[in-house]
T-cell receptor, first 109, second 115 residues
Framework: AQRVTQPEKLLSVFKGAPVELKCNYSYSGSPELFWYVQYSRQRLQLLLRHISRESIKGFTADLNKGETSFHLKKPFAQEEDSAMYYCALTPGGYQKVTFGTGTKLQVIP | DAGVIQSPRHEVTEMGQEVTLRCKPISGHDYLFWYRQTMMRGLELLIYFNNNVPIDDSGMPEDRFSAKMPNASFSTLKIQPSEPRDSAVYFC?????????????FGPGTRLTVL
């Protein structure tokens, strides 16, 4: 069975500081990894997916199969980045998604 | 498109009462998911449907929970009888098999409080 671990419930950083939200997973096959974000009073929405290798709102995430990690990074945090972030995994080709427990990012002005 | 629609947005009830949560997925989506969000456990998948058929209900916590999808545009999650520990935010999400990377589209959620 697949599992997603986000070790930090809360991460506080100052504006302009680098951000790294940690995500580790366990799955024996080739998974697809995602980051979802939930801003205050907004719906949970997809931020980025590893297969796209894209940068969204300055965030990037690299899939490291050796360390089974998919950490979310941004070089300079902005106040508007404050939100709840969920790492998620799905077995390739399947619709069922397993979410981590989430990390609340708080950017201090 | 209004996206995934959920009702009610807030529900306050007393222990022992029946609670019914409703969801309308995005038109054309063939997968529908019910999640529960709590501070302690994060986002948990309760059940999901494909083409109105339940595929995996292993996340449904107890027999008090049941879900139905009578047609492609409507689903319900029922709790009977409700208990205080059921208090949480319940999300409905939908997706379609032809989409990119299994992206799920979430509704606004229903905040349930059981007194």
């Amino acid at each position: 069975a697949q599992r997603v671990t986000q070790p930090e419930k809360l991460l506080s950083v100052f504006k302009g500081a680098p951000v790294e939200l940690k995500c580790n997973y366990s799955y024996s096959g080739s998974p697809e990894l995602f980051w979802y974000v939930q801003y205050s009073r907004q719906r949970l929405q997809l931020l980025l997916r590893h297969i796209s290798r894209e940068s969204i709102k300055g965030f990037t995430a690299d899939l490291n199969k050796g360390e089974t990690s998919f950490h979310l990074k941004k070089p300079f945090a902005q106040e508007e980045d404050s939100a709840m972030y969920y790492c998620a995994l799905t077995p390739g080709g399947y619709q069922k998604v397993t979410f981590g427990t989430g990390t609340k990012l708080q950017v201090i002005p | 498109d209004a996206g995934v629609i959920q009702s009610p947005r807030h529900e306050v009830t007393e222990m022992g009462q029946e609670v019914t949560l409703r969801c309308k997925p995005i038109s054309g989506h063939d997968y529908l998911f019910w999640y529960r969000q709590t501070m302690m456990r994060g986002l948990e998948l309760l059940i999901y449907f494909n083409n109105n058929v339940p595929i995996d209900d292993s996340g449904m916590p107890e027999d008090r929970f049941s879900a139905k999808m009578p047609n492609a545009s409507f689903s319900t999650l029922k709790i009977q009888p409700s208990e205080p520990r059921d208090s949480a935010v319940y999300f409905c999400a939908s997706s379609f098999a032809g989409g990119h990377g299994n992206e799920q589209f979430f509704g606004p959620g229903t905040r349930l409080t059981v007194l």
